[in-house]
């Protein structure tokens, strides 16, 4: 299963942050798309497998401030796509309720 032989690998070559490998090595070794590499370190990290990951690449962590750099990179991105959303939320007040196409309710084909 690629979960694991992605898993293994990491263990193997990429253990630590000074051996971080950036996703186009990954994609290219295992002859996987950049989405199927997010969503298998997704899993692995899902199913308590420490794959860290920093501005270098993915690695296997080797100790756990290496983790803990991880989850907060990702509770930053977390804050900062939140941020966007109430953004987004806010510019839903741009939108008249007026200008939104309304269908006929009798008649047919009238558009």
Known sequence: MLKEQLAKYLYRYHHGAENAAISKTLESELNISSRELRDLVNALRCDGIPIASDQ??????????????TIRHMKNRIVGINTAISGLKRSLTAFDDTQQMRLPLEGGDDL
Do not use: H
Not at 57 to 68: I, L, M
């Open 56 to 69: 270098s690449g993915y690695y296997y962590a080797k100790t756990e401030k290496e983790v803990r750099m």
